[in-house]
Nanobody
Framework: VQLQASGGGLVHPGGSLKLSCVMSGRTFSEYGLGWFRQAPGKEREFVAAITWTTFKTHYSDSVKGRFTISRDNDKNTGYLQMNTLKAEDTAVYYC???????????????WGQGTLVTVSS
């Protein structure tokens, strides 16, 4: 089983990026999906999550209104659209999946490798 995150890069403040997370080896539509991030010297934190079939979404206060989590179960892929990026959004972003539940930092079934997002002028 693999979770593969991609789409990170360098972007100017105010810019946008879209991250992708592909699951292989499992039935993606049975897994809640979450995005987390860890900035240098800081604890890993929750960013956003989406349920597996009703697509209910949850966001941290720091990204609400700027980030949008979505998923395409036919493509086994989740997304994180990040708009109006700020320097404080700079971090390694991780996706995680949990069977029939929403993943948390400590409760998950699969955790992907990270993708680095750098917001800088």
């Amino acid at each position: 089983v693999q979770l593969q995150a991609s789409g990170g890069g360098l972007v100017h403040p105010g810019g946008s990026l879209k991250l992708s997370c592909v699951m292989s080896g499992r039935t993606f539509s049975e897994y809640g999906l979450g995005w987390f991030r860890q900035a240098p010297g800081k604890e890993r934190e929750f960013v956003a999550a989406i349920t597996w079939t009703t697509f209910k979404t949850h966001y941290s206060d720091s990204v609400k209104g700027r980030f949008t989590i979505s998923r395409d179960n036919d493509k086994n892929t989740g997304y994180l659209q990040m708009n109006t990026l700020k320097a404080e959004d700079t971090a390694v972003y991780y996706c995680a999946a949990r069977l029939l539940g929403l993943p948390t930092k400590k409760l998950y079934d699969y955790w992907g490798q990270g993708t680095l997002v750098t917001v800088s002028s």
